[in-house]
């Protein structure tokens, strides 16, 4: 079907599957990383883990997840200016491959420069693959399906995101973590391929805009940004004591307050009939910023809830089949779980002296000194689940339970998405064809609302668990996951939708990656609560601060809904 026929058709444009694809595989190995990344940190160094404590963990995830949708900004400028979407997908796609085959080397140095590649590599692919979904339904014939183009383009997302987790367990388990990581290189290289195949139908979208007179140029906007956001970084590292936890968080919040300062700049600077565009889309994305710091706990605090937390024991009957295909943690009793918690530390301590004074000097004494080594981090893993387990379901001393891996639990949010969406889909659907589909920021709004509540889903939880005096039910991660699944459909994709929709034309990538923004200062905050985790005596009250800073950003949303819908009318986008 030629792009012509495409334009013409009330059907979705041939380059949404290509797009779509190629989405789905950039996912796959970005949530595949993502999925074991706090486990990777916690696992001992002998396990082939980094060996972090829970709050350096929590600090490297929330700065990690910050500055991936931080670099955004940058490359949606590039692109807009010089690269265009093509050569800045394909680049970024190749620097996150070799940043995933990177993490499967188990060191210090490659751990943090893989990071770096994939930061990098993220801000040239993210926000320039979303504005060529964009692009194509920028026709009077597909306008009016560019909602759920985007959701059509989440989905993908999602399947990838779905697919990927099952993956990693196989990896991880059958093979260790660095096969798994590999194994998220491999799915982004496909998506590279397949963007290749796909360009024919997309490069007629694919336009490098000129400057207008009295436009800023790449140059000055970058020196006004780049360099100041380092500068403020350093300071921000260097003030003494810490104003938000960590060096790293004070590092990174006070950096982004040049770029934060630019799009303000911009949006009273800009030509008089796009300042109020600007200034809706920047009072939208200081709202989601809280949706955000929620949503991506799911990589943190409740993968910690499903380690821990919840009772992941398989059904006998398909155990020994799940343990073939790797999807199967085995944790055993090793005669010390009934301890308390001092008595508890005395016997670790006791093992890891003998463990060091171990010779080291030979292949085998190595390996017997390796061995030793993970059998004592398998005996705190165990007691770690065995802890708030009834007495009656541990086994006897020696012998073993079959659980779920705890990667599995990273699919139950894409799996809601990808049953969801069409649900979605026909809902907004069904009232757009009686006139009375809500707008953009509407949508957004609801879905702060909905969000908040998944985190009530988890105040149930932890009373279910009698104070985590025994473990919760699976089901309540599954509902929390269901419900802020809803929420997330109704303001991720719409985000999306509502930059492509008023962003000015020239500067569209520019304002995606204020988009990914706001996403990665919420990244970077849902580290920063989810250190709070260990603080937090009553998990309750965890939840609950969820909810509040959630609920406030909702609230807020819904009293500006009458000026940015107006805004929307003007731009003949409502």
């Not at 996912?27 to 396990?47: A, K, Q, T, V």
């Not at 195949?197 to 009295?214: A, M, T």
């Not at 939708?497 to 500067?507: A, E, H, Q, W």
Request: proline share 4%; aromatic share 12%; hydrophobic share 50%.
């Amino acid at each position: 079907m030629s792009n012509n026929n495409n334009a013409a058709s009330d059907r979705h444009p041939t380059g949404l599957w290509y797009l779509f694809a190629t989405e789905m595989w950039e996912r796959f190995g970005y949530y595949l990383m993502l999925g074991i990344f706090s486990l990777y940190m916690l696992d001992g160094w002998n396990n082939g883990g980094m060996g972090f404590d829970s709050k350096t963990k929590s600090d490297i995830y929330g700065t990690y997840l910050g500055l991936v949708y931080l670099t955004p900004f940058i490359g949606g400028l590039l692109a807009d200016r010089m690269l265009g979407y093509r050569r800045s997908i394909i680049l970024g796609g190749l620097m996150m491959a070799s940043g995933y085959f990177l993490l499967s080397v188990h060191s210090i140095e490659t751990f943090y420069a893989a990071l770096a590649l994939i930061i990098l590599g993220n801000g040239f692919f993210k926000p320039n693959i979303s504005t060529l979904v964009g692009n194509l339904y920028n026709t009077d014939a597909l306008k009016n399906k560019k909602d759920s183009g985007f959701n059509i383009f989440y989905m993908g997302i999602n399947v990838g995101a779905f697919i990927c987790n099952f993956v990693a367990a196989y990896m991880r388990i059958n093979y260790g973590w660095g096969h798994a990581f590999a194994a998220a290189g491999v799915g982004m290289l496909i998506g590279v391929a397949i963007f290749l195949l796909g360009i024919p139908h997309i490069k007629h979208v694919d336009q490098v805009k000129p400057l207008k007179e009295g436009d800023m140029s790449t140059l000055k906007i970058l020196s006004m940004t780049l360099l100041p956001m380092f500068v403020f970084g350093a300071i921000g590292y260097a003030i003494p004591g810490n104003l938000l936890g960590t060096d790293t968080n004070d590092a990174f919040i006070i950096g982004c307050i040049p770029v934060i300062a630019f799009f303000v700049y911009l949006a009273f600077t800009a030509e008089a009939k796009e300042r109020r565009a600007i200034k809706a889309l920047l009072a939208v994305f200081s709202c989601v910023i809280l949706f955000f710091a929620i949503f991506h706990q799911n990589g943190d605090a409740l993968t910690v809830w499903a380690e821990d937390y919840t009772d992941r024991e398989m059904p006998a009957a398909i155990a020994p089949a799940a343990e073939n295909f790797g999807m199967a943690q085995v944790v055993t009793n090793h005669g010390i779980v009934q301890m308390n918690d001092e008595k508890f530390g005395i016997a670790m301590k006791m093992k890891r002296a003998q463990e060091n004074a171990m010779p080291g000097n030979t292949a085998d004494e190595l390996k017997a000194k390796a061995e030793y080594s993970e059998n004592v981090s398998q005996a705190e893993k165990s007691r770690a689940y065995f802890k708030n387990l009834p007495k009656k379901q541990i086994p006897p001393s020696g012998q073993s339970l079959r659980l779920y891996s705890t990667e599995l639990y990273q699919s139950m949010n894409p799996f809601w998405v990808v049953l969801l969406t069409p649900v979605m889909v026909g809902v907004w659907g069904f009232f757009r064809s009686r006139g009375k589909e809500p707008s953009t920021p509407t949508k957004i709004a609801f879905g702060l609302v909905i969000t908040a509540l998944s985190a009530l889903v988890m105040v149930g939880a932890v009373m279910a668990t009698n104070d985590l005096n025994m473990k919760a039910g699976s089901f309540w991660l599954m509902a929390s996951y269901g419900v802020i699944t809803v929420g997330e459909l109704c303001l991720s994709p719409m985000g999306l939708s509502l930059v492509s929709k008023l962003s000015p034309p020239r500067i569209t990538a520019l304002m995606m990656g204020g988009f990914f923004l706001a996403v990665s200062v919420g990244n970077k905050m849902s580290g920063m609560l989810s250190s709070l985790w260990e603080s937090f005596d009553d998990k309750k009250d965890f939840f609950m601060l969820n909810f509040g800073l959630v609920m406030a950003a909702a609230l807020l949303l819904f009293l500006m809904l009458r000026w940015l819908n107006s805004v929307m009318k003007e731009n003949n986008v409502l």
